[in-house]
């Protein structure tokens, strides 16, 4: 049994990301080890909970995206619309973006609790103007995630502006402010290992998602994660597939290489997702 922590299937305005136009695991670097997504190609659902069925992914998180271009952004009562049609299949994420200013930050956020959102997605650096995790004016919406007790996913990578932007000691200054927040890391604040190696062992309530930076064997630096994985006995690791960025099944079975006992696979594939987001 699989759950995919990080998932945007091709629904609605998921389909305006770029990362659909084509399929990003079509380009390079990626595409040097890439299965193509048929589902994300043809933007076909049908075929995406085929390609999820045929990787053994039970479930998922989808993750929302809000950016200051809402060409490239995901309505939130999409990603709610998404969770309504398939409750068995799908944990919705809401998103907020703090460019449109604060006051209207927290109105979406209201919202997005209201309509069932088990958590909440930001990427701050991409934002106008950028802002690393502890900017002051995110500091309202971690205090009221912390207060509902739903996690935030911060998506910090090379991708997301600046590298300083990604750095780990920024997030390692939030999770010490709000210590009942849950924060995962989506993307693992690639590049920055094994720095952040040393925020998850410091701060109990963050938790790593490294997806395609770790299941890649083309990603440098990507058998760190399989030695962390076990010096912290596959506490607090998330499998995260990053579809349609990379292939699902392929991302299942380029696990295989790590050699994970039976129990630490139970831990990354399901039961350390069930266990934050308490299921």
Not at 200 to 224: E, S
Request: glycine share 6%; aromatic share 12%; proline share 8%.
């Amino acid at each position: 049994m699989v759950f995919d922590f990080r998932l945007r299937p091709p629904y609605k305005s998921f389909c305006n990301l770029g990362i659909f136009h084509p399929s990003c695991n079509e380009l390079v670097p990626q595409k040097y080890h890439a299965v193509v997504n048929e589902s994300a190609r043809k933007l076909s659902m049908s075929l995406f909970w085929k390609e999820m069925d045929e990787a053994g992914i039970v479930a998922g998180c989808a993750i929302g995206r809000q950016v200051p271009d809402d060409t490239l952004s995901v309505m939130n009562a999409d990603i709610l619309a998404l969770a309504q049609e398939y409750p068995d299949r799908i944990i919705p994420f809401g998103s907020l973006d703090v460019s449109r200013g604060v006051a209207t930050a927290m109105t979406e956020l209201e919202l997005c609790l209201k309509g069932g959102c088990r958590g909440i997605a930001l990427e701050p650096g991409c934002a106008v103007p950028p802002r690393k995790v502890d900017a002051n004016v995110l500091y309202p919406i971690y205090a009221r995630c912390e207060q509902a007790e739903v996690p935030v996913v911060l998506t910090l990578s090379q991708f997301q502006g600046d590298l300083d932007f990604s750095d780990p000691a920024a997030v390692q200054r939030v999770a010490r402010d709000f210590p009942n927040l849950s924060i995962v890391l989506a993307h693992g604040c690639y590049p920055w290992i094994p720095m952040v190696f040393q925020l998850i062992l410091t701060c109990p309530n963050v938790w790593l998602l490294p997806d395609i930076y770790m299941y890649n064997p083309m990603a440098p630096g990507n058998r760190m994660y399989e030695e962390f994985f076990h010096w912290v006995d596959g506490e607090r690791i998330l499998f995260g597939s990053a579809y349609p960025c990379y292939n699902l099944k392929q991302a299942v079975e380029d696990m295989e290489r790590f050699h994970l006992s039976e129990r630490h696979k139970r831990k990354f594939f399901w039961e350390n997702a069930h266990s934050l987001l308490k299921i």
